[in-house]
């Protein structure tokens, strides 16, 4: 989520503003800016992918 706070106190400023709300980006430069801005995995969130990784396995290993 984001959000755009104006502070402008000038026409060239406000004008600036205005126009980046124009501004497109790729879908490269998304996943890119995705990647940078990636959080670390949180507490319980990191534990449980690992404990749960050997029964994940168990669990693919049945289904093949």
């Given amino acids: 989520m ?3 706070i104006v502070g402008a106190k000038r ?3 406000l004008d600036d503003n205005i126009a980046a709300a ?3 980006l790729s879908d490269d430069e998304l996943a890119e800016l ?3 801005s990636q959080l670390p995995p ?6 449980l992918e690992r404990q ?7 669990l693919e290993a049945q289904r093949c």
Avoid: A
């Fill in 2 to 4: 984001t959000s755009v």
């Fill in 11 to 13: 026409i060239d400023q």
């Fill in 22 to 24: 124009q501004v497109m």
């Fill in 34 to 36: 995705d990647r940078v």
């Fill in 42 to 47: 949180e507490y319980p969130g990191w534990m």
């Fill in 52 to 58: 749960g990784g050997n029964r994940r396995k168990q």
